[in-house]
């Protein structure tokens, strides 16, 4: 295809969204390269990333750009045949086998603990927040952690378990707020190295193993912001195993983004460049996986404009502290990291994905359960 039938390809597409090429409004975009628009065609959702990380375009409110895009479905144009073999990969490979589930863990959560402890809140939460009365990323985070342990009807002395438990931010909340024993279990190193830190002087283990190779009883469980990158294949693994972990009348959190929608799998520049594996699971894979284990007692939606507002924060700290971080971190990765952040915002913004806060009891309850918001 001839460079000046890209454009017009590409421009058309645009169009339909309200997004002008080289306008003037905040979510136009600015072409530096009229190689874009044969990238983008070729590439796709990947060509779109890639020649923003090289400088070929911008716009000065990404994420204006990508809620535009998001509110009328264009990806699905232009991408469904790619995200369907994604799809289609993950139900006939175990892309988060015990072998390949550190990928993740290497590639995103061991960047550097400086990158997160300068782009996160100060309880290092990299996790929606919850916005009802908060005002502050730190007041909405601790809310959210609050909100966690309310619903978990955490007493004094209990025995919790903490699957995907990041640099400890939730165990060392819930250790010193609500008086209880946590092990928190990750894929990252790094996050270990750090949390085991953040938490000294609790009675907190911060452990680097895989949630499949957990022993004991705890009196509660909670998976916050884990089930994205446990992958279809091992959803009922999950759940098997929190059912064997959990007491007779206890309590499992799982905090989780989720796709509303019919396509299960991550943006392919996501997945190539920020959450290698990593899938949405959807309201019937979870309902399926937890079918004759447990007993649902409360599904929260936070919709989107809670992680929107959330990523925003991130995005604000990230470029704020800049200065801290660009002699570890090139060019390329500050607008890499610029792109992933705004690009979420935006589909957040659009309502394309929510954030589900579901609790399960592994019996029926002695007492009804009261939810909390």
Known sequence: MSPEKAKRVIQNLLSTADIRINGNRAWDIQVHNPKFFSKVLAGQSIGLGES????????????QFFYKISSIDIKKNVQNAHLMWHVLKSKLINLQSKTRS??????????????YSNMLDKRM???????????TLDQAQEDKLDLVCKKM???PGMKVL?????????AKYAAEKYKVEVVGVTISKEQVKLGKKLCQ???????????RDVNGKFDRIVAIGLLESVGEKNYKTLMKTVHRLLISDGLFMLHTIGDKGWVKGLD???????FPNCQLPSKKQITAAAHRLFVLQDWHNFGGIYYDKTLMAWHKNFIDNWNKLKDKY???FYLMWNYYILFCAGNFRANQIEVWQIVYSKNKLKEDYQAVR
């Open 102 to 115: 550190n990928i993740v863990g290497e590639k995103h959560y061991d960047l550097g603990n400086d990158l």
């Open 153 to 155: 009807k955490l007493k």
């Open 268 to 274: 392919r520049w996501l997945l190539k460049y920020i």
């Open 162 to 170: 903490d699957i995907g438990c990041g640099w400890g931010s939730f």
């Open 52 to 63: 923003y990380m090289d400088g070929w375009w911008d716009c000065k409110n990404l994420d």
């Open 201 to 211: 002087g609790l009675p907190v283990d911060i452990r680097f193993q895989d949630y």
């Open 330 to 332: 090139d060019v390329r």
């Open 125 to 135: 939460v990299y996790t929606c927040g919850y916005w009802k009365k908060a005002k």
